[in-house]
């Protein structure tokens, strides 16, 4: 049996209550002097002269909303070095909360921002201040959120995230520490093949981490997941990854299907950051090696839908086509309540075969085909592709929106995997 993870509520309630972690230390620029009656020679809490300010952003790590819809609330701490913020001190702070597109700074002028209003039940503040405000975003896509302060009308303070070793806006304001919005009427689809361990997996794992967790995804499906006993097991190493860089819990359904190079526990995986309430799994037809097809029924912003993946033989064009009659099956039988339904994989076939021929016929869209019907969009060799056998499938239960290949780059002579990744938004009628 597959084995499932489920988010934690109640570790969610508590993570929202106090946001996060114990306040965060901050160099004093006047040590050895009292703290609580000296500020240091450039400071004046009477406003004169702004106090150095500490800032960063604090909960949460990834907000998820749709065009013209308020995100939850933002939450930001404020500090000042080696002490507490007094009630008095806070007249002279300003703070806001604003977003804006990936691959700019949040001085551009294409941020937007607002107001943050002081959270005085926050619950781990000792000597921070706490800040809460909201955004609302107009059109769909991934953006980032930041935080900013001032004293009086002195030059605004911009910070990012200081867990994890991370240090707010002591080292000013980066791209890769900020926090993720996610805008979207839809869903956030990505299917990857891991590459298994191999081929300088360490080297790897960081370019799959980063692609991901700036992807927004919702639903996630791998190919090639694989265990060495005793050793690294790249599923737990992503799903690490994602939530210290996302915030987000992850529900994660699993199976194993074969031995590979003689050494590691392969198979197939499901992970999302919303909640699984439902699991199945079906051995297909065998063929060079035992695959599988993994279901989950997923409660996500839009509803209930049902995200499953394979992973088909990648030697005989008829053991693939009966692995897909099969696969056909086990969703028939899994979904009986019609919810909107996806299937991800790698295929191991291009566009012109069967497997392709026997999805459409059975009412599944080719999300690639749908959006760039003139362009092959090949997957494989990530190297230098040239057939496409990675796909994102959909029921009538869904509209394409896009399409697009992730894990492209070839990073100081290293990619991702021998797979490109593609990254799909799709929509409910």
């Known amino acids: 049996m597959p084995l499932m993870k489920n988010a934690a509520p109640l570790l969610f309630l508590l993570a929202a209550l106090l946001f996060g972690c114990d306040a965060t230390s901050h160099p004093d620029s006047d040590a050895g002097t009292d703290a609580t009656t000296d500020v240091g020679p450039d400071s004046d809490t009477d406003g004169g002269t702004a106090p150095e300010l500490w800032c960063a952003t604090q909960w949460p790590l990834t907000v998820r909303t749709a065009p013209g819809i308020p995100t939850e609330s933002l939450y930001a701490r404020v500090g000042l070095p080696g002490r507490a913020v007094t009630a008095a001190e806070r007249d002279h702070l300003t703070v806001e909360v604003g977003f804006g597109p990936s691959g700019t700074a949040p001085t551009d002028t294409s941020w937007a921002w607002s107001a943050a209003g002081f959270n005085a039940s926050c619950l781990a503040c000792t000597t921070d201040v706490e800040y809460m405000g909201s955004v609302t975003p107009v059109t769909g896509g991934i953006s980032h959120w930041a935080a900013r302060v001032r004293w009086d009308d002195g030059p605004w303070l911009h910070c990012d995230r200081a867990d994890e070793g991370r240090a707010g806006s002591d080292d000013g304001w980066s791209e890769s520490d900020a926090p993720l919005v996610v805008v979207t009427r839809g869903l956030t689809v990505v299917t990857l093949n891991l590459r298994c361990l191999l081929d300088d997996y360490a080297s790897r794992l960081p370019l ?20 060495e006993s ?18 987000e819990t992850y529900s994660v359904l699993r199976t194993v299907t074969h031995l590979s190079w003689d050494t590691y526990d392969e198979g197939i995986a499901l992970i999302t950051p919303h909640t699984i309430t439902d699991e ?14 993994v279901m989950a029924r997923v409660l996500t912003p839009v509803g209930t839908v049902v995200m499953s993946t394979t992973h088909l033989d990648h030697l005989d064009a008829q053991t693939r086509a009966d692995q897909i009659t099969a696969v056909l099956d086990a969703l028939g039988g899994f979904n009986t309540t019609g919810d909107a339904a996806i299937l991800t994989g790698d295929f191991n076939e291009g566009p012109e075969g069967d497997v392709h021929t026997a999805m459409t016929a059975s009412g599944f869209t080719d999300l690639w085909q749908s959006v760039y019907p003139s362009d092959p969009g090949y997957t494989y060799p990530a190297s230098s592709p040239e057939i496409r056998i990675d796909y994102i499938w959909l029921d ?7 399409i697009e290949q992730i894990l492209t780059l070839d990073t100081g002579g290293v990619t991702g995997s021998d797979h490109v990744g593609l ?7």
Do not use: H
């Not at 199945?280 to 097809?293: C, D, H, M, S, Y």
């Not at 990254?423 to 009628?429: D, K, S």
């Open 208 to 227: 799959i981490i980063d692609s991901l967790a700036s992807s927004g995804a919702d639903l996630i499906g791998f190919q090639e997941v694989c265990a």
């Open 230 to 247: 005793g050793g690294a097991d790249n599923l737990d190493d992503i799903v690490a990854g994602l939530t210290d860089r996302t915030g």
């Open 280 to 293: 199945a799994e079906a051995t297909l037809p065998l063929g060079a090696f035992q695959r599988k097809v």
């Open 396 to 402: 009538a239960g869904f509209s394409p929106v896009s």
């Open 423 to 429: 990254r799909g938004m799709v929509e409910t009628p």
